[in-house]
């Protein structure tokens, strides 16, 4: 597997000229840059932001940056914030960095979360308590002294520049740096990181650099998109929502100490008991090129990434390891596109205004027919593996050791033990939960539905009848298609240290799929689920709860040559840099400007199989994060997750109510999922956008109504007939790309309260039942009820003016929905298409909900007032 090195010195030879003249004010469109030319060279990295020449001090890049902004109003706002005192535009530009600062006015917007302690422009050491650290890199601080938007923003290279003046303005020694480790073990650590606000940070008193030693990239089809004032690589493009753009991941090297959870030493994010034994890599002080970085040492720093896609060449060995004929074995199985390697996946932005460390994925379609050596790659779907129905979900080959769960019922819970509600944790013992559980040695589900002819031609089985038929008896070859979707790491090697710092500790750096909902995430809706939810409505609110994989405690891929160990199960967390003592707390920005989180926090954490990642085991089944357990392509994981009701919140669009409620699978039997994060109708594309035109997230209108032969039906899409593979390319994240945690949340909890309202309530269950069929049971009920249309309120509306007028009661929340549910019946199949599906509509309900107020309408009948549990 090749590496990809990246020489920032070579980089940034010239890069001066172009940060002092970047034009940042608006989006800017980059591609992974020249660096992708030479994959094989390696050559030393630097993390150094120097001048033009090269070979500049890390104060004239600081210089070239403070003079370039100065004038755009960077030079008023900081003295308006200091009192006059701070002038980023002084001769003496070292010295007024070092001064202390005797006034720091924290009501200015953007300013009210810079950390308490610090008293400086410029905090050796301290990128928290640098007051000009802060104002760059803070999205926060977007506007002048007068309230007006600023008219340009630093680069990447520009912030990167000004970070490592403040590792660098008082280099350390490494005797000074064993001495902070206090007798633990130092090694170089590479780190994904990201500067955030307060309530983003692992510690949540004050902004600061969060750091993990894995990081996220995420596809894309079209290069990525930096906005300057945003300070972040766009997840989504609204003048172009059939495209996403790549987002990569920034990593950097640190000198860093090993130490225990115990010592309360550093913030840990959502740390528990168990952690307490465990050890952590905590930065201590970051590597950059030169002089200035360790006292006594000029360095020259090697960053290097790899990444492997190899789900073709797992899906073969593995079938073929049980005694299934394939078509194909080693050594072709070892080959393009079995395995795809190198910057075909991804490799270092060559992009001077980036800085360095950023792995940046390669623009790709979301999936690609697969060919090997210029022909089309099918491989043999025997009969023998047909035979046992247990191969197939859906109509997607399923390959996994076995479910992680065996349906009780239409609505089955897979709820952690850690997260199913009650006073006895024990009494959920015996529910198998999602993991870890089954290792994912291949992936876990793969496309059958192109078989290919023995002349050749390819015939698409979603336009058959019955799908399953076939797919049920096998025996064809079937179409193999790829994703760019990977897993691999960033390691790094500073040759002056080996002789004084000898261990090595490389990142796990995930290249994932698109995430629907970037302006949301796993970390936030579980605090939200765990302390905002009202008691009486959180327990079986999620089939699936939002887990991060931050909370997680499992080791990088084993199998990849960076030399991950499986004892290592730290990997995920996120950590700060070490406390003294306990910050004071700030306040919280009155402007919170949210950004796609590339930690962790913003990763689903449970493997069922994934989204981001997914599992594998070793034979002592001690379990660790691989990607070659996710599907192929990974599209096949997204219909199956979307359809099971926001299988991986926050990530995954809640597309339940897309299809019709009661799915089938191959042993004949339905599963009814309930809707939990309802999508609007604009979203499902059941009704046009407030600019024209029908944009569902996933190219597939949703249901309508219809009627039959005098009889009112809703025509659903066939769930069995519809393919990914077909409407990728009409994929589209600009709709929901727009919903933030706090939009996402309030529809969880509207959706909540209507089944509420309804009388579905987990209490009733949980007193006849124990726990694991209570939970099944109540899902089952909620799964009786489709949402046939969801829909923000907007003035006027005459069924929500009668509403209030029965009940005398006025909905005046700051968010209002309008749901129309009813209780399914029969289906049978749509006259005149097979991808069809029409379904009896036994009763309907009109329900309208304010968060703290449900109005429902039954089939005609007078209004009914409900008032849910409150937190």
Known sequence: M????????????????????????????????????????????????????????????????????????????????????LDIAADDLRSMLAQPLTAIDRSVPGFEDFSLEGVRAIEPGSPARSLLYHALASPNVFMDRDGRVLSSFPTPAEL???????????????????????????????????????RDTSHRRHADICFSRTGLARLGTTDAVYDAQRREFLPVLPDAPFEFPVQPARYAAFISVQRPAATGSFGLMRGTEEDDERLFWVPLHKLFDGPECIEGFDLSLDLSTGHINEKLRRFHDRLNDAGFYTGWEKPETDQFPFVITGDTLAAFSGDPSHGSGWVMPQPHPLLEPAEYEGEPLSFFYSSELAANESTLYYSGLQIIEGMSFSPLGPGRTQALPENIPGPDPSEAAYLTGIGPDYGRAAPSYVNVRRRVTDAGTEENLNDLPDVLGPIQDGGYWARHYVDYSADGWVSARCPELDGEITTRVPAYSLIAPPSFYPYTNQRELTEWAESEVPAELRDGIWAIPPRPLSDRRLAANISLPAGFSVDDDTVSAIVSHPMDSVPAQTQEPATHVRRHLTLPDGIAGLFDPGWDVSQDRTADNEFFLASYGLGTPFVEDIKLCSSLSTYWPGVSPDSSREFHPGKPLPDGTVQGWPTIAPMTDEELGIVET?????????????????????????????????????????????????????????????????????GIRFADYRAQYQLSDALDRFQAAKGEWAVLSFRTVTDPDEELALAEQDTAVRLDGERRYRFHLFRWGAEEPHPEDVRRILVRME?????????????VGRDGDRWERHVPPRA
């Open 2 to 85: 090749s590496e990809h090195h990246l020489s920032r010195r070579r980089l940034l030879q010239g890069a001066g000229g172009l940060v002092a003249g970047a034009t940042v004010g608006a989006s800017m469109r980059v591609g992974p840059g020249a660096a992708h030319d030479a994959p094989h060279v390696a050559s030393r990295t630097s993390t150094m932001a120097q001048g033009s020449s090269g070979s500049g001090t890390l104060l004239d890049a600081v210089v070239a940056t403070c003079q370039r902004l100065a004038a755009d109003g960077w030079r008023d706002l900081l003295l308006h914030v200091t009192n006059n005192v």
């Open 843 to 855: 009763e309907q309900v009109i329900a309208y909900v304010d968060l703290a107020t449900v109005l």
């Open 160 to 198: 990167e520049a000004v970070e490592n003046y403040v590792y660098g303005a008082v280099p350390p020694r490494i005797d000074e740096l064993r001495d902070r480790a206090g007798g633990y073990p130092l090694a170089i650590v590479v780190f994904a990181l990201e500067y955030r606000s307060a």
């Open 690 to 758: 407030a600019t024209g035109g029908y944009l569902p997230w996933d190219g597939v209108r949703g249901p309508e109504v219809t009627t039959i032969d005098g009889e009112t039906l809703v025509d659903y899409p066939e769930v069995l007939h519809i393919d990914y593979l077909e409407t990728v390319d009409r994929f589209a994240a600009a709709l929901t790309g727009a919903v933030d945690h706090e939009e996402y949340a309030a529809r969880v909890l509207a959706m909540a309260q209507v089944y509420w309202a309804l």
